[in-house]
């Protein structure tokens, strides 16, 4: 993304420079090439088909045993095709990586890379940094997810989902009820 926004700062620098400069039509435009090509990585996490109750639904909390599944679009921004012969991996912040995989994947066939991973029953609860790593023509690019605690990678206790999807539909509904209050009494 900064590399994107110099480039328009650059591009945006070289037209001032042009409109200011004496008119000379005889003189072809330069053309900038860029050497890197354009990829972007993309990713998520979500349920594996192994969870019955929310089958393939992005997350990203999950319990000890749970499987999450990695996946990763990895896009060439000038033709907006799925690169389909990178190499891609997940990096998690133990330092273990995993290989990912091209297939399609849901009722669309949407190709995507994927690898999945059962959470061992005593891997360490709380937050899991990790990163996917895409080589692309001998270059790595990579996909870290926004480092906002809520929207991390979070590892529970087993029981423990349930345990706060009730807490948070209690408070909902005590919520309500107070907010309803408050309308019928004025």
């Known amino acids: 993304m900064k590399k994107r926004n110099f480039l328009a700062g650059v591009l945006f620098a070289a037209l001032l420079v042009t409109g200011c400069s004496e008119d000379d039509s005889s003189k072809e435009p330069e053309k900038t090439e860029t050497s890197e090509p354009p990829i972007v990585v993309l990713g998520d996490t979500i349920n594996s088909h192994l969870q019955?109750?929310?089958?393939?639904?992005?997350?990203?909390?999950?319990?000890?045993?749970?499987?999450?599944?990695?996946?990763?679009?990895?896009?060439?921004?000038?033709?907006?095709k799925t690169v389909e012969d990178a190499k891609v991996k997940v990096v998690l912040a133990t330092g273990d990586e995993y290989e990912m995989?091209?297939?399609?994947?849901?009722?669309?066939?949407?190709?995507?890379?994927?690898?999945?991973?059962?959470?061992?029953?005593?891997?360490?609860?709380?937050?899991?940094?990790?990163?996917i790593v895409a080589e692309v023509d001998g270059k790595e690019y990579t996909y870290q997810p926004f480092d906002v605690s809520l929207s991390?990678?979070?590892?529970?206790?087993?029981?423990?989902?349930?345990?706060?999807?009730?807490?948070?539909?209690?408070?909902a509904a005590e919520e309500s009820a107070s907010s309803e209050g408050e309308e019928t009494a004025s």
Not at 55 to 78: K, M, P, W, Y
Not at 110 to 129: A, M, Q
Not at 152 to 171: P, R, V
């Open 101 to 131: 995989k091209l297939g399609p994947h849901g009722e669309e066939g949407t190709l995507l890379y994927t690898v999945s991973w059962t959470i061992p029953d005593d891997f360490p609860t709380g937050t899991l940094d990790y990163q």
């Open 152 to 171: 991390k990678l979070t590892i529970l206790e087993k029981g423990e989902e349930a345990k706060l999807t009730q807490a948070a539909q209690e408070k």
């Open 52 to 80: 019955a109750d929310a089958v393939c639904v992005v997350d990203s909390r999950f319990e000890r045993g749970h499987t999450i599944v990695f996946r990763a679009n990895v896009l060439d921004q000038a033709t907006n």
